[in-house]
Protein backbone atom coordinates (compact mmCIF):
# COMPACT_ATOMS: atom_id res chain seq x y z
CA UNK A 1 0.00 0.00 0.00
CA UNK A 2 1.01 3.58 -1.21
CA UNK A 3 0.40 6.69 1.46
CA UNK A 4 0.95 10.04 -0.70
CA UNK A 5 1.05 13.29 2.24
CA UNK A 6 1.12 16.31 1.21
CA UNK A 7 2.12 19.72 3.11
CA UNK A 8 2.90 23.34 2.26
CA UNK A 9 -0.05 25.22 1.03
CA UNK A 10 -1.46 28.34 2.79
CA UNK A 11 -1.94 32.15 2.23
CA UNK A 12 0.39 33.86 0.00
CA UNK A 13 -0.02 37.32 -1.73
CA UNK A 14 0.19 37.60 -5.47
CA UNK A 15 3.85 37.59 -6.99
CA UNK A 16 4.56 35.30 -4.11
CA UNK A 17 6.04 32.04 -3.64
CA UNK A 18 5.77 28.35 -2.36
CA UNK A 19 6.55 24.80 -1.98
CA UNK A 20 4.28 22.12 -1.68
CA UNK A 21 5.97 18.60 -0.62
CA UNK A 22 4.55 15.12 -0.89
CA UNK A 23 6.06 12.73 0.96
CA UNK A 24 5.58 8.82 -0.48
CA UNK A 25 5.33 6.11 2.11
CA UNK A 26 4.95 2.14 1.00
CA UNK A 27 6.97 -0.63 -0.23
CA UNK A 28 9.98 0.14 -2.69
CA UNK A 29 8.08 2.81 -3.98
CA UNK A 30 9.49 5.75 -6.50
CA UNK A 31 8.45 8.77 -6.87
CA UNK A 32 10.18 9.29 -10.13
CA UNK A 33 7.29 9.58 -11.94
CA UNK A 34 4.89 11.68 -9.27
CA UNK A 35 2.72 14.32 -10.98
CA UNK A 36 1.05 17.62 -9.75
CA UNK A 37 -2.89 18.28 -10.26
CA UNK A 38 -5.00 21.14 -9.02
CA UNK A 39 -8.99 21.95 -8.35
CA UNK A 40 -10.31 25.42 -8.31
CA UNK A 41 -13.11 26.15 -6.47
CA UNK A 42 -16.34 24.98 -8.73
CA UNK A 43 -13.73 23.54 -11.87
CA UNK A 44 -12.84 20.16 -12.51
CA UNK A 45 -9.59 18.62 -11.10
CA UNK A 46 -6.77 19.96 -13.96
CA UNK A 47 -2.92 18.54 -14.96
CA UNK A 48 -0.28 21.16 -13.66
CA UNK A 49 3.35 18.78 -14.35
CA UNK A 50 4.89 15.83 -14.49
CA UNK A 51 8.16 14.18 -15.30
CA UNK A 52 8.58 12.29 -18.36
CA UNK A 53 10.60 9.55 -19.62
CA UNK A 54 13.08 11.00 -20.88
CA UNK A 55 13.95 12.57 -17.72
CA UNK A 56 12.56 16.06 -18.58
CA UNK A 57 9.29 17.61 -17.38
CA UNK A 58 6.05 18.67 -18.89
CA UNK A 59 4.09 21.61 -17.69
CA UNK A 60 0.32 23.20 -18.38
CA UNK A 61 0.87 26.06 -20.12
CA UNK A 62 -0.54 28.25 -17.46
CA UNK A 63 1.99 26.91 -14.73
CA UNK A 64 4.92 26.77 -17.57
CA UNK A 65 7.93 29.62 -16.51
CA UNK A 66 6.49 29.58 -12.90
CA UNK A 67 6.29 26.34 -11.52
CA UNK A 68 9.19 23.89 -11.08
CA UNK A 69 8.55 20.34 -9.83
CA UNK A 70 11.56 18.01 -8.18
CA UNK A 71 12.32 15.33 -6.13
CA UNK A 72 14.60 14.13 -3.06
CA UNK A 73 14.62 10.22 -3.46
CA UNK A 74 16.51 9.85 -0.51
CA UNK A 75 13.84 11.41 1.62
CA UNK A 76 11.16 10.17 -0.84
CA UNK A 77 9.29 13.05 -1.59
CA UNK A 78 8.20 15.16 -4.27
CA UNK A 79 8.04 18.63 -4.66
CA UNK A 80 5.77 21.32 -6.51
CA UNK A 81 8.06 24.48 -6.47
CA UNK A 82 5.27 27.57 -7.29
CA UNK A 83 6.89 31.03 -7.92
CA UNK A 84 5.29 34.14 -9.60
CA UNK A 85 1.78 33.45 -7.86
CA UNK A 86 -1.45 34.38 -9.45
CA UNK A 87 -4.80 34.75 -7.98
CA UNK A 88 -5.54 32.06 -10.38
CA UNK A 89 -3.48 29.38 -8.94
CA UNK A 90 -6.06 29.32 -5.98
CA UNK A 91 -6.58 25.86 -5.91
CA UNK A 92 -6.57 22.34 -4.06
CA UNK A 93 -3.19 21.10 -4.76
CA UNK A 94 -2.86 17.10 -5.74
CA UNK A 95 0.27 14.78 -6.23
CA UNK A 96 -0.55 11.60 -8.22
CA UNK A 97 1.16 8.53 -8.08
CA UNK A 98 0.59 5.64 -10.80
CA UNK A 99 3.04 2.64 -9.07
CA UNK A 100 2.46 -1.02 -10.04
CA UNK A 101 -0.94 -0.40 -11.82
CA UNK A 102 -2.69 1.38 -9.12
CA UNK A 103 -3.12 4.86 -9.01
CA UNK A 104 -2.46 6.78 -5.68
CA UNK A 105 -3.70 10.72 -4.30
CA UNK A 106 -2.56 12.77 -1.84
CA UNK A 107 -4.98 14.38 0.55
CA UNK A 108 -4.71 17.88 -1.14
CA UNK A 109 -3.06 20.82 0.45
CA UNK A 110 -4.98 24.09 -0.25
CA UNK A 111 -2.84 27.50 -1.81
CA UNK A 112 -5.24 30.58 -1.80
CA UNK A 113 -2.94 33.38 -3.34
CA UNK A 114 -4.53 36.67 -2.53
CA UNK A 115 -3.59 40.37 -1.45
Known amino acids: QVQLVESGGGLVQPGGSLRLSCAAS????????MAWYRQAPGKQREYVAHPTSGGNTNYADSVKGRFTISRDNAKNTAYLQMNSLKPEDTAVYYCNLIWRGQEYWGQGTQVTVSS
Open 26 to 33: GSSVSIAH
